[in-house]
């Protein structure tokens, strides 16, 4: 069976079989749903930036989803075809903060590569945001500690995952010599407590943290990969400051 299409004489006459017909059907079926996919990506973001915003200007406790909506533009039941809660809300914007969704193809890209880059990078790379975001996590960084439900499901959703990714890089990069072998799971949460406690330090009003702020992640890659004792050859890495 076929289906003649004459559509002028200029482009001649076209002739599409069922085979044709199909996968026309299912590149415009794939087209349709990647720009529904596009679509509901965006309204998440603009929902998380409402809410990022809020809670800035008023606190974790105080921003509700009614006003997160109003500032988002939409009715406040369209965040909930987005996230389940307030909570769950507070744990897309740490996610989106830590760049959680790409941190595992950048750790399966950086096994090509020299660890200490990679860590430098990544650390510069969340630095950077958390700088960006520091009102908001100033007004729901306390949430985690207070309310145990939100702390568990912050642990669970946020710091499990980003636990296993780097405990796997930190395994491969030692099955490979180019980490010595070490404790995986108790130098993972000790690199991991380095950032957030620097973040903390800032939140709380380190001058000397707050003024050289971008050198941290060099700071920290040399601590790992130097660490304090001198130098082999006995001369000196001299950046001591008063």
Avoid: C
Avoid at 95 to 117: C, I, K, N, S, Y
Avoid at 121 to 144: C, I, K, N, W, Y
């Amino acid at each position: 069976m076929h289906a003649v299409l004459t559509p002028g004489p200029k482009l001649g006459r076209i002739v599409l079989n069922e085979r044709s017909f199909s996968e026309a059907k299912d590149m415009m079926t794939d087209q349709t749903a990647s720009a529904a996919n596009d679509r509901a990506q965006a309204r998440r973001e603009e929902i998380l930036r409402a809410a990022a915003e809020l809670f800035a200007d008023k606190g974790y406790q105080r921003a509700s989803v009614k006003e997160i909506a109003e500032r988002a533009g939409i009715a406040p039941g369209t965040i909930y075809l987005y996230f389940d809660s307030k909570g769950d809300l507070l744990l897309g914007l740490m996610v989106r903060l830590a760049e959680l969704e790409t941190l595992g193809e950048e750790v399966r890209q950086a096994l090509q590569g020299d660890a200490r880059d990679f860590l430098t990078t990544m650390f510069r790379d969340r630095m950077g945001r958390a700088v960006e975001s520091e009102e908001m996590l100033r007004a729901v960084l306390p949430q985690m500690l207070v309310q145990p439900a939100l702390r568990e499901q912050f642990r669970r959703q946020f710091v499990a995952p980003v636990i296993e990714l780097m405990e796997q890089y930190v395994t491969t990069q030692i099955d490979q010599d180019d980490i010595q072998p070490v404790n995986v799971p108790l130098t993972v949460r000790a690199v991991q407590s380095m950032f957030i406690g620097l973040l903390l330090l800032r939140i709380l009003g380190d001058e000397k943290l707050h003024a050289r702020w971008e050198e941290m992640p060099e700071v920290v890659a040399t601590l790992l990969f130097e660490g304090l004792s001198p130098s082999a050859d006995g001369s000196a890495r001299d950046g001591r400051e008063v």
